[in-house]
């Protein structure tokens, strides 16, 4: 099976912008989830998506927003871009199913850098 | 609020010795811990977990230690092999179907 895909890997954005972030889930997984990983702060969850609904949200502003389509493929998106955004954004997909449902397998990560 | 904690940013272990990483927490609630291995530029990848019903789970080198009163869980390596230095991050969550809270991680560096 095909892991988890992100595009892009590595990104340069303005303050002031807004940007997208695109993720594959594994075939058959459902819910996708997202994290901001900084050196300081570990993962930090941001929400998850399962079956096109966001079922948990983690402590970030409104400027941070996703979404799941039909296939479970999920985008985030940044708006109004600042400075401590620089991360790197990883998105995880699980079954959701059984005992392993919380058992997340990670994407490569978006290296988002704000200058 | 950290729930989760891994204070020890970093950790050398000579090859072959045994590798012990921690994690305290805070939340009682927590019933789900797993431990994740990162490479660089890459995503964690799941390498053991246990849940609170038990004390110890073993898979192959890898052996997790809950310890529910101390709110404290390890990982335990043996043997240390060079392509084991990774970061670990500590993860938990409440039921199966909540968040996973994370840990900001250790780095591990096996030393040959």
């Known amino acids: 099976k095909a892991g988890v895909t992100q595009t892009p890997r590595y990104l340069i954005k303005t303050r002031g912008q807004q940007v997208t972030l695109s993720c594959s889930p594994i075939?058959?997984?459902?819910?996708v989830s997202w994290y901001q990983q900084t050196p300081g702060q570990g993962l930090q969850f941001l929400f998850e998506?399962?079956?096109?609904?966001?079922?948990n949200k983690g402590n970030f502003p409104g400027r941070f927003s996703g979404r799941q389509f039909s296939n479970s493929r999920s985008e985030m998106n940044v708006s109004t871009l600042e400075l401590g955004d620089s991360a790197v954004y990883l998105c995880?997909?699980?079954?959701?199913?059984?005992?392993?449902?919380?058992?997340?397998?990670f994407g490569p990560g978006t290296r988002l850098t704000v200058t | 609020d950290q729930q989760v904690k891994q204070n020890s940013p970093s950790l050398s272990v000579q090859e072959g010795r045994i590798s012990i990483l921690n994690c305290d927490y805070t939340?009682?609630?927590?019933?789900?811990f797993l431990w994740y291995k990162k490479y660089p530029a890459e995503g964690p990848t799941f390498l053991i977990s246990?849940?609170?019903?038990?004390d110890k789970n073993e898979d192959g080198r890898f052996t997790v230690f809950l310890n529910k009163s101390a709110k404290h869980l390890s990982l335990h390596i043996v043997p240390s092999q060079p392509g084991d230095s990774a970061v670990y991050f500590c993860?938990?969550?409440?039921?199966?179907?909540?968040?996973?809270?994370f840990g900001t991680g250790t780095r591990l560096t096996i030393i040959p």
């Open positions: 246990i849940s609170s019903i038990k």
């Open positions: 993860a938990a969550s409440r039921t199966l179907n909540e968040k996973l809270t």
């Open positions: 998506y399962f079956s096109e609904t966001q079922r």
């Open positions: 075939s058959g997984h459902r819910s």
């Open positions: 995880a997909s699980s079954p959701r199913i059984g005992t392993s449902a919380y058992e997340q397998y």
């Open positions: 939340n009682s609630m927590f019933d789900y």
